[in-house]
């Protein structure tokens, strides 16, 4: 009879303890904070992205959250166009010369770039709406991985290895983001950045 009360009382005191500790994490005000700041940053960077998006988006059956945030990693963080537009720039702007810097919305992340030997790819919507004709589990996979989904080699001038760390969260973003802007083909150019 004794063991069973003590092993009572310390079952209760585990519990208590759980209990104080499950509150008080409730009550952390830093908790709270930063809720708030994840909350107010999304949002700002949800508005950001649809402010900076330099084309048209087509929102028809798109999760508009991951579009606006889409945008604004793509947009602001991972630098796509210099590398997947040909030009990046429209004629008298680029920013590189001393100009304002304006996308060129025709070629917008129509690929095109040459780099060496290798070619960027075009990651605007094919005509079944899906970026580079590739559902969500292969870019997803292609971007973990390295692995170019068109003949299996490994992405070579694709900064994967960075952009491998990205949350799904972010992946998916950016995919929605990449499936919302107008299919695009590439122009003319020498390198990124034009």
């Given at each position: ?35 708030d700041l994840n909350s107010e ?25 991951l579009v606006g ?126």
């Open positions: 009879m004794k063991k069973n009360r003590v092993i009572l009382v310390v079952v209760l005191a585990i519990i208590s303890v759980a209990f104080i500790g499950v509150r008080t994490l409730a009550q952390n005000p830093l908790a709270n904070d930063l809720d940053l999304s949002l700002t960077k949800i508005r950001r992205g649809f402010e900076i998006a330099p084309v048209p988006l087509n929102l028809d059956h798109k999760n508009r959250a945030y889409g945008s604004y990693i793509v947009n602001t963080q991972a630098g796509c166009s210099d590398c997947h537009s040909c030009p990046t720039y429209e004629p008298g702007h680029n920013p590189y010369i001393g100009q304002d810097a304006k996308f060129n919305a025709p070629t917008y992340l129509a690929g095109g770039v040459p780099f060496g030997p290798f070619v960027s790819k075009n990651i605007t919507p094919d005509a079944t709406g899906k970026p580079h004709g590739l559902t969500f589990d292969q870019f997803r996979e292609a971007i973990r991985t390295g692995v170019d989904p068109d003949d299996g080699g490994i992405l070579q001038v694709m900064p994967w290895p960075f952009y491998h760390h990205m949350t799904d969260g972010d992946l998916r973003a950016i995919y929605e983001y990449l499936s919302a802007v107008p299919h695009a083909e590439p122009g003319t150019c020498s390198g990124a950045g034009q």
